[in-house]
């Protein structure tokens, strides 16, 4: 089973900017869809962005032109750049394969904390 360790969150203020990073253990993302999720307290974790084996990205309403996902191949390392962080992008951020049924456990996600 691959390994996805996720770094790079913080404390910033509100407009400010984060990039974090998931590292797998393999190579992994030519072959499958990935996604960053967050997960707020007492919310429900949700997907915010997701990009193809292909490089086709989406992403959440909510973070639309502010985030950015993308990946290093070579690394093994996908991207999630944000800006403009607003008081609610607070959540813990997690790493994962965007298909439910390939999933093994959540890791242990990375926190992100916006001041305002």
């Known amino acids: 089973q691959v390994q996805l360790v996720e770094s790079g969150g913080g404390l910033v203020q509100a407009g400010g900017s984060l990039r974090l990073s998931c590292a797998a253990s393999r190579s992994i993302f030519r072959a499958y869809a990935m996604g960053w999720y967050r997960q707020a307290p007492g919310k429900q974790r949700e997907l915010v962005a997701s990009?193809?084996?292909?490089?086709?990205?989406n992403y959440a309403d909510s973070v639309k032109g502010r985030f950015t996902i993308s990946r290093d191949n070579a690394k093994n390392i996908m991207y999630l750049q944000m800006n403009n962080l607003k008081p609610e992008d607070a959540a813990v951020y997690y790493c994962?394969?965007?298909?439910?049924?390939?999933?093994?456990?959540w890791g242990q996600g990375t926190q992100v904390t916006v001041s305002s």
């Open positions: 990009i193809t084996g292909g490089g086709s990205t």
């Open positions: 994962n394969y965007l298909t439910a049924s390939l999933r093994g456990d």
